[in-house]
């Protein structure tokens, strides 16, 4: 499977974490720290998925998540946070799914795989 | 010194002492009909009720056969004016309702109560209004004249010895009503002192109760703002650590060897997410979905939860349900601070034992009453348990009962726990059988 995934996270740990696991799981991953990175990679690269933080210096998630649809109207996103009070706005703001952040990578996985249709 | 007098002074000081309306009340017309005192036959005591003069109290016989039988005894055994009027400090009054009559104030002649004791000797002379309530002349009809209304009026006769009314009986008693006017209205003022001060003892019980709460919120905030920053920081160092754990768990790479102390890693990560889950939890404080429950379903279906704890543990979990009993609550934040209950009790129970759950209706509410027959709760532990972080668990962040009073609070119930030592645990808890919501 050759489906390319956008990591948008500022803490590097988190995004590293995220990228090896996609990695392991069989995606193409791409990474940027904070929302003007995603879109400069947005404009040069192709992706199927974007995995996007909500708290984010430069730009933030929300702002982001707006521009991007803009140039692509069918990528799926995930919106994955540490907060769980946006819950019920994700679905407004076009995003395809709401994640908590967890240690359960499992969970990240399976979303995508579902998300995809892989 | 002048007898009349004497007497006057006697009585006097004796009325003084009475605070409460009716003993005073009652000790004016017993020193008005006392042989000792003013010795009428008989004395009727009316209060001006707004603009009616309603019958409060009255003393003497109802027949001439009683009054001389009455008089028989005190002779016998003779009485001081102080010990009759003193015993007015036992007694219970209540006229009955057909006895109580009322004169209409507004049928009164103009200026009849303004020139003191009034003596009527002749039918023609008794103003109509006061023919229904006067059955034998002479009489006097006696004005109670407070600071600047009519408190009242009394009337004597001496309708069985037949002795005529003197003018000194009038003055005597218009001395005598000045002095049970001013008594009067000392128990009036007293009574709303009285009432005053019960105001008073109220609103401060209700400042220091109030102030009891605000501490209480202040003390929960704290702990909210410190928990809510807590958790979000956690939160990614956990991730980091749980996933990357899960990373390795999964690795093809991974000697078989260190795969035990990564599971130990993925689950230690695992139990600090549950814990910051629990005081997210107990932070947010859930708006309840009231849905109309019946208890014996919904007790059932924890009971199924924990099968497998209580097997396990070789624990019989007993259910006394009442039947039919339905109660409004939100399921899912119900079965939460129930289960928080229960799975005390089970972890309480070291080796085997029974945990019975009762469900019955008591005064309007819905009573929940979990019993074990664990160790009991140490006296120095009971009263924190509901105090967030304070746990006496190897494992757990103290906050299973905290949230489960929450829980039951946002219900509007509320919870309490019994305990003994050595003999077992119970935690009753009182749902409102109407439910805790506006919608019912």
Partial sequence: MDKRILVVEDEEDILNLYMDVLRDAGFDVDGAENGKEALEKFEKNEYDLVILDIRMPVMDGIETLARILEHRKDVKVIINTAYGSYKDNFLTWGADAYLIKSSSMEELVNKVKELLNV | ?440
């Fill in chain 2, 1 to 440: 010194m002048d007898i009349e007098f004497e007497k006057l002074w006697r009585i006097s000081r004796e009325l003084h002492l009475s605070l409460a309306p009716d003993e005073a009340l009652c000790k004016i017309l017993t020193a008005l009909t006392a042989g000792e005192g003013l010795a009428f036959n008989r004395a009727f005591l009316y209060e001006n009720k707004g603009g009616v003069l309603a019958l409060r109290m009255k003393i003497g016989a109802e027949t001439e056969e009683e009054a001389y039988k009455v008089w028989e005894e005190i002779s016998k055994k003779p009485h001081g004016l102080e010990d009759l009027l003193k015993s007015c400090e036992e007694k219970t009054f209540d006229l009955e309702p057909s006895r109580i009559v009322e004169i209409p104030m507004d049928n009164v002649p103009d200026g009849f109560f303004e020139n003191g004791p009034v003596k009527i000797e002749k039918p023609e002379e008794l103003p109509d209004v006061f023919k229904r309530v006067i059955d034998y002349l002479p009489a006097a009809i006696v004005p109670l004249r407070g600071e600047n209304h009519l408190l009242g009026i009394i009337i004597v006769d001496n309708k069985f010895n037949k002795d005529p009314i003197t003018e000194i009986d009038i003055r005597t008693l218009e001395l005598y009503a000045a002095l049970a006017s001013n008594v009067i209205e000392r128990t009036i003022l007293f009574q709303k002192l009285q009432k005053k001060q019960d105001e008073l003892e109220k609103a401060y019980r209700e400042l220091q109760e109030y102030h009891k709460r605000v501490l209480k919120l202040e003390k929960f905030a704290a702990v909210g703002e410190i928990a809510s920053t807590f958790t979000h920081e956690l939160r990614t160092p956990i991730t980091i650590m749980g996933g990357y754990a899960e990373l390795l768990y999964r690795s093809k790479d991974l000697p078989p060897v260190l795969l035990p102390k990564v599971e130990t890693i993925l689950r230690t990560a695992k139990r600090m997410e549950t814990i910051i889950k629990n005081l997210s939890d107990y932070i947010k404080s859930p708006e309840p979905e009231i849905r109309k429950l019946k208890a014996k379903e919904f007790l059932d279906y924890l009971s199924s939860l924990l099968d497998i704890e209580t097997k396990r543990k070789n624990i019989e979990l007993k259910l006394y349900v009442e039947d039919d009993i339905e109660f409004h609550g939100d399921p899912s934040l119900l079965e939460h601070a129930f289960l928080n209950i229960l799975r005390n009790s089970i972890e309480a129970l070291k080796d085997g034992g029974v945990v019975q759950v009762e469900c019955r209706l008591d005064n309007g509410n819905v009573l929940f009453m979990f019993k074990d027959n664990g160790p009991g709760i140490p006296p120095e532990m009971l009263k924190n348990l509901y105090i967030p972080f304070h746990t006496t668990k190897r494992q757990g962040l103290g906050l299973g009962l905290a949230i489960t009073k929450k829980i039951i609070l946002l219900h509007n119930g509320r919870i309490e726990i019994e305990s003994q030592q050595g003999k077992g645990t119970t935690v009753k808890v009182y749902l409102p059988q109407r439910g805790g919501d506006k919608n019912g």
